[in-house]
């Protein structure tokens, strides 16, 4: 690197490791572009570092740990299971390695300039990089935004403390007594759950009428079970309003429906959403590039900002706050940017949460496409009756797939139990390829596998159930 006033030339700037900016990256060299990615922390982003990889490393650890406990029920009995939460650590934090290393490594690979430290905008083509050993200043012919996004902080429950945030949560050196959880969608109750498996007295205030209030109520309320099952104390239309730290506590006093409640506890987790990083030091004000009121970018289908050689993807333009949708932006992006007549397309975007049981959703659901004036056929097929599931002894849960009744085409479908984040695959290839609810009945699904379930809610929609009395 060259430190002073003269430009270095580059076709690609891009700004943020992430899972949106290691691929589009990655991408764009494959595509015969010379790259130059920026981050100030380590590669992968929030998602490898701070989210995605650690906190599902932590919940498959809290799973074992719960297995472990209730063997008895097959006839298994494992006496004195005991956690060690350093090396629980130790070995999410080695999985976190192992992750952000391949990273790096791939963006070797593709023999892409990597530079540790901020990007800040002088102009719309020119850009300085800089930490505490250097500052060089880079033209480029185009640009990606990827910068991600932070958790919201709420004024009277500042960060801080025993005040925490996810990324806090996933480092505790300790299994904590007692948690308070602010917000009850993904990350509160996956990290929520997580801990009240590890023992942790858990309570969570949820402003909504349920958890997840993304996901249907019909999905939910067998999350909301099992949270009830490991002693989480959930308060629904609870607005947090202020609390009280000392060293050891905090007390937080909430509304549920006019009446005020308090709850003392060793931390308090607040999880009510993220913000996009377009503020600081990135100088977005200095190319006056076109945002919304929520400091979002806005985009084109092409993730094309409102200066046209500059690209925008991830948690800093609208939409749902998924890696995998950041990365699916970043790849069409880098394809708009070589000249490719690449657009976006979210039809078949799916959606995640590593609760218990897992739920996961692609498509509309049945409450979408009814609102759409759509005359809906449902499919639906119990875990409970999968022998593979029984023989897993994971019987909780059901497959639901939504159908166009005219037409016969599949319009969504979501899972709730045991693997959906893996299940939800195959429906997403259904809707993404335009299938029918007949592809799906006469697709061979393996047997005993619970992909067969997916093939059994298809014949159930289509009124020829097979393993289950038809209505």
């Not at 990007?119 to 033209?139: G, K, L, Q, S």
Request: glycine share 12%; hydrophobic share 40%; with cysteine.
């Amino acid at each position: 690197m060259v430190v002073g006033d003269a430009s270095l030339d580059i076709d690609l700037l891009v700004i943020g490791a992430g899972p949106g900016g290691y691929v589009a990256a990655i991408r764009a060299a494959q595509l015969g572009q010379s790259v130059l990615i920026v981050d100030k922390e380590a590669w992968g982003g929030v998602c490898l570092n701070r989210g995605c990889i650690p906190s599902k490393a932590l919940i498959s650890a809290a799973h074992t740990y719960e297995h472990a406990q209730h063997a008895d029920s097959i006839g298994i009995s494992v006496e004195n299971v005991k956690v060690d939460f350093a090396k629980v650590q130790a070995w999410k934090n080695s999985i976190v390695a192992k992750q952000t290393g391949g990273v790096s490594g791939l963006l070797k690979g593709n023999k892409i300039q990597t530079f540790q430290g901020e990007a800040m905008f002088i102009n719309e083509h020119e850009a300085r990089v800089f930490n505490d050993a250097e500052a060089p200043r880079y033209r480029f012919k185009n640009c990606i935004i990827a910068t991600g996004s932070r958790p919201i902080e709420l004024k009277a429950f500042p960060y801080g403390g025993r005040i925490i945030s996810s990324t806090e949560a996933l480092n505790l050196p300790e299994i904590p007594k007692s948690m308070i959880v602010i917000g009850g969608g993904y990350i509160g109750i996956e990290l929520g759950q997580t801990y009240a498996k590890f023992g942790t007295k858990v309570t969570v205030l949820e402003g909504s009428d349920h958890v997840l209030p993304g996901f249907e109520k019909e999905l939910t309320k067998l999350v909301a079970k099992n949270l009830e099952k490991v002693g989480v104390e959930v308060h629904t239309e609870a607005l947090a309003q202020s609390c009280t730290k000392t060293d050891n506590d905090v007390t937080v006093t909430f509304t549920v429906k006019g009446e005020e409640k308090q709850v003392t506890a060793d931390y308090v987790l607040v999880t009510v959403g993220r913000r996009p990083n377009t503020d600081g030091e990135l100088g977005l004000d200095l190319i006056n590039l076109k945002m919304t009121d929520r400091g979002l970018i806005e985009v084109d289908n092409q993730g094309r900002t409102s200066i046209p050689h500059i690209f925008a993807i991830g948690d800093v333009v609208p939409g749902l706050s998924l890696a995998h949708k950041a990365s699916y932006e970043a790849k069409v992006a880098a394809e708009a940017i070589a000249g490719h007549a690449s657009i976006v397309d979210y039809k078949a975007m799916p959606a995640v949460v590593f609760s218990d049981p897992e739920i996961a959703g692609v498509g509309l659901s049945e409450t979408e496409a009814k609102a759409q004036g759509i005359n809906v056929t449902i499919g639906k097929f119990p875990y409970a009756a999968n022998g593979r599931a029984n023989s897993l002894n994971a019987a909780q849960g059901f497959v639901k797939l939504v159908g166009d009744k005219e037409t016969g085409q599949l319009l969504g479908g979501q899972i709730v139990g045991p693997e959906a984040s893996n299940l939800i695959g195959e429906l997403a290839l259904a809707v993404e390829m335009g299938a029918n609810l007949e592809d799906i009945a006469l697709t061979i699904h393996a047997h005993p596998t619970l992909t067969e379930m997916i093939m059994d809610a298809a014949e159930g929609a289509l009124g020829h159930p097979i393993h289950q009395l038809g209505k």
